[in-house]
């Protein structure tokens, strides 16, 4: 399991990630502490009339409250789902609660790190995601997220992880070029900046 | 039976007549521009700084087979396998081998234009496996039975209607034409696809030799599907989509997204360096990684076309290409579109596929807005020259290249070959037996020459520099009263000014596929300013191409010193006096007015330098200036606008249509322009008299 959060030497400014979220049609929630983050996600999920959540890669601290969250909820977390039916359940999911191992402030980007495809297809599959990001996991730029990116792949031992950088909802203009969003994937991010984790 | 010169000039002729369609294709090339410039401004990226990056990175690396190596051995380290394929056949073979051997049916693919250049999707049905596109306009024209129209934007040509009709006869049911109504079908129709295929096949962006990774940048998402939600993934990349290290890896991102659709990032940048289990299962899980030759090691060792290579597939040269905006990716392309698509057709499909090279007018924008700088001017001139040692050269291009010499002789028979220019029977016959358009107004020429007008004038004192300017050819034989204003101007701003005897710039050689007399001109020119500019004259000239030439094309069609010292020494004229008009008295409005002046800018004066020191020079003479830009050319492009039909006087007025609204527009009732060309072009089109800025001030 991967750390949740790291020594970054120079931290992103919270004000800009939250401004270049905005910008790509993407809401961000600054959370205090733990019980914000629970309400939170609970109301994104009353929002999106959630039926059914998966949860995917998240330390064990964030799964936790998530699976508070999720009472009374139909839920599944990735890493318990069998192979034959993972991709059926976490497509089926309604919402997908995802852990960000870094932003890049200025350009609104995370960063996710997936050992296991299931973990990646959790934010891929729903028409809704959740991102988790701890504020000590926020860097400064892109730049900065590409050399931990390489960091991360030329120190993985047995199993080099596939990384994603995302920047916002699934979104297309192949039609007349005007901009529509959640074509395969989520058509509304959600990004949880965490103070307390 | 029609050849392909038939042919392309007959498709030429249907997309000029379907106004809409090309109103459409048009408005996206627009819209894509300006995202791009949007996206430049507001990171805060200053264009040339990129370029050199981009350039670092890739230039002189791309293809090298060491490199390819240093990467497929990464990939055999993390447990994929890879298989390197000499041809498109091969690739084709392998994929379907493997998909015989793993019980495939049906393969998800996101976008991957190498797969198109291969014809992937054709072969492997033709093999009894289903590929379906994932990414929404590939599968668009998947399902429409056509090719990409545009390396990023597939479906650009398409209305929301048509789409709505393709969707409507795949899904058997009736889609309205509503962007969402469709996305909303879209989605149900694909999911099922991504979730029982059997295997995935992306392409590459960028592949990292360090670590064996690759990286896959999506608007959409379809390609974190495709990689994770088959069995099998199989990547097929072209082996120029290596780079060596991950150093490199935020510049290409970021150079990607802004010059491709304005973004600082794609929204999603996947990167793999292995197939990683699917709920803690590896079984049946393989990762296939097939690395392209298809011509590319050719193209490596060619020096006439390895800058190709070099290409990011950004799409920006199609964004600006004032034709490919007109006729679009079907005419204008094979299976690779635009100005970049012509070395790379030649290259990869062969020189009988890249006829559409004559569709390029030379206006050198493509080259300007590269990303990686990479000269498709030039390529796109040795592609023609040699689909016209093949097939032959046209008669009215033949004429255009003696340009020099006619000009010499119609300046020498002058008021009589004006009076001749002038009558319609005289130009019935021109357009019948050479092919000049009877509806172009041509310039007309002056008996005395610049140098019989300069003898006795006035000698500059020299304190500010010395300086040789360039004439070319009409401010010799068409308008040596505009040579001789320049002239004067440099003289009483301080300067000494020389005029050698140079020949023209021989841009239509260029233009018209003939790069081996080019050379020649180019070597003559760069041998007589060679001792000027090692005494410390500048160059200067009053025709943008003139000095586009001078400093864009001299240098690479003869490389070395001479060149590249003329080239650093050159300018465009008001580039050259920009920084002595604070202090200038006599620069004064020759009819000042209230009203602003139209202002239109040059292709060629766009790449040196957008115009904004001959505007200074107005606004210095108390006139207000307005721009009236589409962004890219204004069709006339030398002597193309002068060509008979479809090849030539059509095409170019089907570009300028666009500008001659835009002035329409503007309200604005003179125009000034530094290109002679330019004017003539806006003037035919416009009614509107356009002129070089220096008529807009009072004679020295």
Known sequence: MQEFTDQIPVLGSPDAFFAALRNLHTTPHSVGDAKTTVDIIKSILTEADAKSVVAGGLPTPAKMLVEAALKGTKHAFAEDLKPSEAAGVISKADVGISWARYGAARQGALLEVAYDDAVKLVSSLPRVSVFLLSSRNLCPDMSAAVKLTAGIIRSAADVKPVISFISGPSKTADIELRLLYGVHGPHELHVLLLDWI | ?700
């Open chain 2, 1 to 700: 039976m029609t050849t392909a010169r038939e042919k392309l000039k007959k498709d030429v002729e249907l997309a000029i007549a379907n106004r809409p369609a090309s109103d459409k294709m048009w408005g996206s090339m627009a819209r894509s521009r300006s995202n791009r410039k949007a996206g430049l401004a507001e990171f805060g990226i200053e264009v040339e700084e990129m370029k050199a990056a981009d350039r670092r990175v890739k230039a002189g690396k791309t293809c090298d087979p060491a490199l390819v190596e240093r990467f497929a051995e990464s990939v055999r380290k993390n447990g994929g396998q890879v298989y390197m394929a000499e041809t498109g056949e091969d690739a084709v073979r392998y994929v379907a081998e493997l998909a015989k051997r793993t019980g495939t049916e049906l393969i998800v693919k996101s976008k991957s234009l190498t797969t198109e250049e291969i014809e992937f999707n054709h072969h492997l049905s033709d093999a009894g496996i289903k590929c379906v596109e994932t990414d929404l306009g590939e599968l668009i024209v998947q399902l429409n039975h056509e090719k990409p129209v545009h390396l990023v934007a597939p479906a650009a040509h398409l209305s929301t209607a048509d789409i709505a009709e393709i969707f409507s006869r795949e899904l058997n049911k009736k889609i309205p034409a509503d962007p969402e109504a469709i996305l909303k079908e879209v989605r149900p129709y694909l999911r099922p696809l991504f979730l029982t295929a059997q295997m995935g096949v992306t392409g590459a962006n960028i592949g990292v030799a360090e670590t064996g990774t690759i990286i896959v940048e999506t608007n959409e998402g379809n390609a974190r599907l495709v990689a994770s939600l088959p069995k099998v993934h199989v990547v097929i990349m072209g082996m120029e989509k290596i780079i060596e290290s991950w150093d490199d890896v935020g510049q290409l991102l970021e150079a990607h997204a802004v010059s491709a659709t304005g973004q600082s990032q794609t929204v999603y940048v996947s990167i793999f360096t292995q197939h990683v289990p699917l709920a803690g299962s590896s079984e049946g899980r393989e990762f296939h990684v097939v690395i392209l030759d298809n011509g590319r090691s050719k193209m490596h060792d060619d020096p006439s076309f390895n800058d190709a290579l070099n290409c990011l597939r950004c799409g920006a040269c199609m964004n600006i290409c004032p034709t490919y905006g007109i006729v679009g990716g079907h005419v204008f392309g094979y299976l690779y579109p635009g100005p970049i698509g012509i070395p790379w057709t030649a290259s990869v499909h062969g020189l009988d596929n890249a006829t559409f090279a004559h569709l390029c007018i030379s206006c050198g924008l493509c080259r300007d807005i590269c990303p990686v700088d990479i000269d498709m001017p030039l390529m796109i001139a040795k592609v023609k020259s040699q689909e016209v040692a093949k097939n032959g050269q046209l008669r009215v291009n033949g004429f255009f290249m003696r340009s020099d010499r006619l000009a010499g002789l119609a300046s020498a028979t002058a008021p009589l070959s004006n009076w001749m220019i002038r009558r319609s029977l005289s130009r019935y016959i021109l357009e019948k037996a050479v092919g000049v358009d009877r509806r172009r107004t041509l310039p007309s020429f002056s008996h005395r020459r610049l140098k019989d007008m300069l003898s006795g004038a006035a000698q500059g004192t020299g304190e500010k520099g010395k300086l040789v300017y360039f004439p070319d050819i009409y401010a010799d034989y068409n308008d040596p009263e505009l040579g001789y204003r320049a002239i004067a101007l440099l003289r009483s701003l301080g300067y000494s000014v020389e005029v050698p005897d140079l020949k023209w710039s021989g841009m239509p050689y260029i233009s018209y596929g003939d790069v081996a007399k080019a050379t020649e001109v180019a070597e003559f020119n760069l041998k007589v300013l060679e001792p000027f500019v090692t005494s410390g004259y500048g160059v200067v000239a009053t025709e943008p191409t003139a000095a586009y030439m001078l400093t864009e094309m001299y240098p690479n069609l003869v490389p070395g010193e001479t060149s590249k010292k003329v080239a650093a020494v050159s300018s465009s004229f008001f580039a050259r006096i920009q920084g002595d008009l604070a202090g200038a008295k006599n620069i004064t409005a020759a009819f000042p007015t209230e009203e602003p002046i139209g202002f239109h800018i040059p292709c060629h004066e766009r790449a040196l330098t957008g115009g904004v020191p001959a505007i200074a020079f107005l606004e210095r003479a108390g006139f207000k200036v307005k721009v009236v830009e589409t962004g890219t050319c204004c069709g006339m492009a030398g002597t193309f606008g002068m060509k008979q039909g479809a090849l030539g006087y059509d095409l170019s007025m089907a570009v300028g249509d666009r500008l001659f609204e835009l002035f329409e527009e503007s309200k604005t009732k003179l125009v000034a322009s530094e290109s002679s060309v330019c004017s003539m072009q806006i003037t035919d089109g416009t009614g509107l008299r356009a002129m070089h800025p220096l008529y807009f001030v009072k004679p020295l």
